[in-house]
Nanobody, 127 residues
Framework: VQLQASGGGLVQPGGSLRLSCAAS????????MGWFRQAPGAERELVGT????????YFEDSVKGRFTISRDNAKNTVYLQMNSLNPEDTAVYYCAASKAQYYFTGTGSTESDFGSWGQGTQVTVSS
């Protein structure tokens, strides 16, 4: 699976942004997806994950209640809706596909659970 993330940009605190991740290949609907982010000088960290059929999601506490993940398997696309953004959300955001088909991880997900990565899109939250 090849992935292309888009939708990043500059947004004011309290604002919203929706990231998209388009996937190539015919088996997108068999892969769980994850969103990660990496702030300057920090390690890449998990934001959340979504099961291959969209039936389950997981979010880190730092974004729970503010971010949602959805997917449209007919369009081979996964989305990250980010609301109530604050400067601490500033980072490069990456989408990733699970390392195997029909494989979902929630709490405790790490980069090793994912086998394909998009190139990242910059999100900057600043006034």
């Amino acid at each position: 699976v090849q992935l292309q993330a888009s939708g990043g940009g500059l947004v004011q605190p309290g604002g919203s942004l929706r990231l998209s991740c388009a996937a190539s290949g015919r088996n997108f609907g068999k892969y769980s997806m994850g969103w990660f982010r990496q702030a300057p000088g920090a390690e890449r960290e998990l934001v959340g994950t979504i099961k291959w059929d969209g039936g389950r999601t997981y979010f880190e506490d730092s974004v729970k209640g503010r971010f949602t993940i959805s997917r449209d398997n007919a369009k081979n696309t996964v989305y990250l809706q980010m609301n109530s953004l604050n400067p601490e959300d500033t980072a490069v955001y990456y989408c990733a596909a699970s390392k195997a088909q029909y494989y979902f991880t929630g709490t405790g997900s790490t980069e090793s659970d994912f086998g394909s990565w998009g190139q990242g899109t910059q999100v900057t939250v600043s006034s």
